[in-house]
């Protein structure tokens, strides 16, 4: 690689979106810093195979300062913002630690850029969850909010900061409005996961039943290695604009339980049971992005089906519980 070698800082960097970036940048020949917690039992099992190649840096994403000298200690050209209390079920158990994190997180990350260096482009992490409940369908940029949860709340403060800055101070800011995306790495308390976890475990008869809410709602959902890439595509572009990274499909819970169960011989239907606990205080019904602006601008498109990642996901779990039991069977 010729010329001086691209810097990034990324917040939320052991996270699945975090790790898929991180990999994304390092095979583009980028210096990669990333953001941890302090005194953190962080978990690192997602970036553990490429984290000789990353420069960790610890901040707290609640104190001013400590971004402020993340950003300077990197002299990062890019920057991009991950980090958040990302689980919407929490939202509504830890709504002020959200609202720290998830929104006024980003006024401090954009603060430091500003104070820093104000020709760093940002990036922000946005989300389909600002459109909650959706006033058109399909979704676009144009599409007016309207949250329906804490975290979606916090999301569109983030978002609309973001669209501040840009303006008032001319940052290369932008926002990707990402609906829901997967894979292997995704915490095991989002829905895919949970399921494909499931699957696995009553695949090899570790259990019997999943217990699950409403199978009727309706996810955009696409794979988290297509998504980093789009990032990246935001930060490349002449001018700084906000773009929806979507599939155009949806698709509803029971299609994600048949197709999971399917893939190791199972019907859904014998071991699914539904626990109302388990329903939202308000459920965001139909989600669906319409990427028509990404596709054109940014020459982005997909490269795993959802069917595909789904798979993907069954496979990796089956993976990894049958070397948990095969470590049982070992101690």
């Keep these: 690689m010729t010329g001086k070698k691209k810097v990034a800082l990324i ?10 970036l ?8 980028y210096r990669v810093f990333g953001a941890v917690r302090r ?4 978990n690192f099992e997602r970036i553990e195979h490429i984290k000789r190649n990353l420069e960790l840096l610890e901040v707290d994403l609640l104190d001013q300062m400590s971004i402020l000298n993340a950003v300077k200690a990197s002299r990062a050209g890019e920057v991009y913002n991950l980090a958040a209390q990302s689980f919407v079920p929490t939202s509504w158990d830890q709504p002020i630690l959200t609202g720290e994190f998830t929104a006024l997180g980003v006024t401090k990350v954009l603060e430091a850029i500003r104070t820093v260096d104000p ?5 922000q992490a946005s989300s389909s969850e600002m459109f909650g409940k959706v006033q058109e369908v399909p ?8 949250p329906r949860s804490p975290y979606g709340v916090a999301k569109v403060y983030g978002h609309f900061i973001t669209v501040n800055y840009r303006e008032s101070y001319k940052l290369f800011a932008v926002s990707g409005i990402l609906f829901n995306h997967e894979s292997p790495r995704r915490g095991k308390e989002f829905v895919t996961r949970k399921v494909t976890d499931a699957v696995a475990r009553i695949k090899l008869g570790l259990q019997k039943t999943l217990l ?6 309706r996810r955009d959902w696409g794979f988290a290695g297509d998504y980093v890439r789009a990032m990246w595509l935001m930060l490349q572009q002449p001018k700084p604009q906000d773009y929806v990274i979507a599939t155009g499909v949806n698709h509803s819970v029971k299609d994600l339980l048949r197709i999971a169960f399917a893939h190791v011989g199972l019907n859904w239907q014998d071991h699914v049971k539904i626990d109302p606990k ?7 019904e139909h989600l669906l992005g319409n990427p028509a602006k990404a596709r054109r601008e940014l020459g982005w498109k997909l490269e795993v089906s959802f069917e595909q990642m789904i798979r993907m996901m069954v496979d990796s779990d089956l993976k990894r519980v049958g070397w948990e039991i095969e470590l049982k069977k070992r101690a």
Excluded: C, W
């Design 11 to 20: 917040t939320g960097i052991t996270g699945q979106d975090g790790s898929y």
């Design 22 to 29: 991180a990999e994304f940048l390092l095979a583009k020949g």
């Design 39 to 42: 005194n953190s039992t962080e």
């Design 119 to 123: 020709k760093i482009h940002f990036y």
């Design 139 to 146: 979704q676009t940029e144009k599409t007016a909010f309207y």
């Design 212 to 217: 699950m809410g409403n199978l009727d709602a």
């Design 278 to 284: 388990l329903i939202r205080p308000a459920e965001v």
